[in-house]
C-alpha cells in the first residue's frame, strides 16, 4: 500500500518521527476511521471499532513504501526483529474523507 493513515504522534509538526514521515509522504488530507482512542502510557492506542467513534488523522502517500513502513515499524516497536508482543500493529483499513470518499489505507 502507498497510503497511510496517522493519528496522534504521527500527525504534523507533534514529533520528530512526524517531521520525518513528511518528507518522505504527501499529504493527502484529513481522515477518520471508526475505533476508539486509548491512553497507553503517554501516547495514543488506536483500537479499531465498527461501532466507535470516528478516529481523526491524516491520510498521506508514502514514498518508496517498504522503507518508510520497515522505519515506521521499527519507531512503533513492532518491527518484525523487536520482541514479541508488540503494542502496535498495522492493519489494512478503509479511512474515510471529509469528500465522503472511503480510500483503503
Known sequence: PDRLFVYGSLRRDCHPMA???ARRSTPLGDASVPGNLYLVADYPGLVLDPA??????ELLRLGPAAGVLRELDRYEGCHPGQARPHEFVRRR?????DSG?????
Not at 52 to 57: A, D, F, Y
Not at 93 to 97: E, G, K, M, P, T
Not at 101 to 105: D, F, G, R, S
Open 19 to 21: 517531521r520525518w514521515l
Open 52 to 57: 466507535g467513534g470516528p478516529v481523526v488523522g
Open 93 to 97: 483499513v478503509r479511512a474515510n474523507r
Open 101 to 105: 470518499v472511503a480510500l483503503e489505507t
